[in-house]
């Protein structure tokens, strides 16, 4: 696990580096980290030691911090985002003036996501995302998914939920259930409970394998996947019309859309660009579009 860190935080700091010279010649842009579910401003302490050392300014943002990061929806935490960004760049305009850099761990990709997409005045130059579930996860009952699922079962379900809504110590307590009968329940749950749906991330990145009425209740009750990823069946709705209309090119237009990734996933933006993990045990460059370099990296 210590070696993987320690890949990250060094890929991290070199994609960092090699897209300011890009962006600014000899400067170095500013760095915002996100910190992923449960986390908190402290979570990349080596990537801000490495950074600042050079000279970089490096600010980690804790506008909701631990508890907050998973019990409040991923639309909101987009939000207060964008609100804390802009405070702290309106305090020192000439800092970043020539733009920054989105550095983001695990969840904290996915509302690093959200907000280039959301803020029409950011100046991103790049989104650098550790670990992101940027198009969400399942726990399913296949071998490779046997330790997330062990963390969500037994320490992250039972911190993001009250038993009431969710008794993943009953689920944890029985093996029995671990191939099939959790995923089917929590499944029905993140599908049918819109006030989950409302005030819990880790509801909001949960994304099983559905269709039927199953998949249209989902894509009517998440606020956050079916936005972000063009899916909403509008109507009537003029607003979210014209939003899927806009599918917020922002995103696209960054300079590099950098991913390190610990086990696979499929990311795809508004203007439904396709983003794959490579199932290799390998750092490689996989350009999926001239504009868009991504770097892939999975055990």
């Known amino acids: 696990m210590s070696s993987i860190r320690a890949l990250l935080l060094v890929a991290a700091t070199a994609v960092i580096g090699s897209t300011a010279t890009e962006a600014a010649e000899s400067s170095k842009l500013p760095v915002f980290f996100f910190h992923g579910a449960t986390g908190n401003k402290t979570n990349a302490a080596v990537i801000e030691a490495n950074l600042t050392a050079e000279g970089r300014t490096y600010v980690a943002l804790d506008f909701c911090q631990k508890a907050c990061s998973v019990r409040t929806a991923l639309p909101d935490q987009v939000q207060m985002a964008i609100k804390q960004l802009r405070e702290i760049i309106s305090k020192d305009t000439t800092t970043y003036a020539n733009g920054y850099h989105f550095l983001a761990h695990s969840q904290g990709g996915s509302v690093a996501r959200g907000v280039v997409e959301e803020m029409d005045d950011h100046n991103v130059h790049s989104l650098i995302s550790l670990a992101g579930d940027g198009n969400g996860n399942y726990y399913g009952p296949q071998a490779s998914e046997a330790m997330p699922l062990q963390i969500m079962l037994q320490a992250l379900g039972p911190y993001a939920f009250d038993a009431t809504d969710f008794n993943f110590t009953k689920y944890a307590a029985d093996p029995t259930t671990w191939k099939g009968k959790f995923q089917r329940d929590f499944t029905e749950l993140v599908t049918t409970n819109e006030n989950l749906q409302a005030k819990n991330s880790i509801v909001n990145s949960f994304l099983p394998p559905l269709e039927g009425p199953a998949l249209e209740n989902w894509l009517k009750i998440n606020p956050f996947l079916p936005k972000v990823n063009n899916l909403e069946n509008c109507g009537a709705d ?19 859309l950098t991913s390190l990734c610990h ?16 199932t290799r045990r390998s750092l490689r460059l996989v350009r999926l579009r001239p504009s868009l370099p991504t770097l892939l990296w999975s055990t």
Not at 238 to 256: F, G, H, I, N, Y
Not at 263 to 278: D, E, N, V
């Open 263 to 278: 086990r696979k996933m499929i990311f795809s933006h508004r203007g439904k660009l396709p983003f794959l993990a490579s």
């Open 238 to 256: 003029a607003v979210c019309t014209a939003e899927q209309a806009d599918a917020r090119p922002t995103l696209s237009s960054l300079k590099p």
